[in-house]
């Protein structure tokens, strides 16, 4: 498991819950990507909609895994069951690393497996809120698979991370390390 990608699903669910109305959900799409009239496809609503109810979901099922509980195993499958994973195809080793540099100065890694949509019929409202619950779902599988495999869950293994309530009474979410006894 790596943090980078889990503070991606983790930053999109304390976004979330700062977002009173629709407006304030559209204002974290960049302004190149609110077209949602331009194609066929999915009406701003819907979209929204779609990206709430996903966020939601991974919220839930967070909270449930933390608890210990039996997960929406049927919920989070129907929204992984879409994906479309690829290999990005370097073309050569400086490549490699030229784009492992770029990622390291950014403070993430390279990503050579990817999350990708097939979905270029859609405008591009819905096709950046779809490659986003997408990613963050893929993202939150790897966290439950994490997690799953840890001999000490429901509790943590220390050097382990996990995902916790911060502890500033913001209601936000923290990745933090896990460190003394097994919890």
């Given at each position: ?36 009239t331009s ?10 909609t ?36 690829r ?66 869950y ?12 911060a502890?500033?009474g913001?209601?936000?979410l923290?990745?933090?390390q ?5 919890a």
């Amino acid at each position: 498991m790596y943090p980078e990608q889990q503070r991606y699903w983790v930053s999109l669910l304390n976004l979330q819950r700062t977002w009173n109305d629709d407006e304030t959900a559209l204002g974290f799409l960049p302004p190149r990507y609110r077209d949602f009239t331009s194609k066929p496809s999915w009406p701003e609503r819907k979209a929204l909609t779609f990206l709430l109810n996903n966020l939601e979901l991974i919220r839930e099922n967070w909270r449930r895994l933390e608890a210990g509980e039996t997960l929406e195993w049927d919920l989070l499958n129907a929204g992984l069951s879409g994906l479309t994973l690829r290999l990005q195809p370097w073309r050569s080793v400086g490549e490699v690393r030229n784009a492992s540099r770029s990622k390291v100065d950014l403070g993430g890694r390279l990503e050579t497996l990817q999350v990708t949509t097939t979905h270029t019929d859609l405008n591009a409202g819905t096709r950046y809120i779809r490659a986003t619950v997408e990613r963050a779902l893929y993202y939150f599988a790897h966290y439950v698979d994490a997690r799953l495999a840890d001999p000490a869950y429901p509790g943590i293994t220390p050097g382990r991370w996990r995902v916790v309530l911060a502890d500033d009474g913001s209601g936000d979410l923290a990745l933090e390390q896990a460190t003394g006894n097994p919890a």
